[in-house]
């Protein structure tokens, strides 16, 4: 092996390590500012103030959804349809049977009370002097 054929390692730019934690820096001391109230809260699409007190974890969109979206509340928010839903207070039949309760044996039920959730050596009630 050679000296030529030594990898040499890259070392960062001491100048882009300061950029990066100037940026950060400023954008701490905006986001200081923004909470203080100083400088205007930061707008979302839909063009609504976003909270600056909300935590960044809740107010930026997960990597698996559309992040490039930017940072806002809408990705919390259903975004279904209202209408495949019923409402809140609608009515339906409460209290109604399926249909006529079962007057014959069926197969496969318990002997003793009748139900097909279970068999007789499973029936929880007291035994029967004739079955169902």
Known sequence: MSVTDVPVPVIP????????????KKEKELLEARKAGTIPAEVDEDGKEINPHIPQYMSQAPWYLNASAGSGLKHQKSQSKDDQYDKMGAWYARGQKAGPAPTKFRKGACENCGAMSHKTKDCVERPRKTGA
């Open 13 to 24: 730019d001491a100048d882009a390590v300061m950029t990066e934690s100037e940026r950060r």
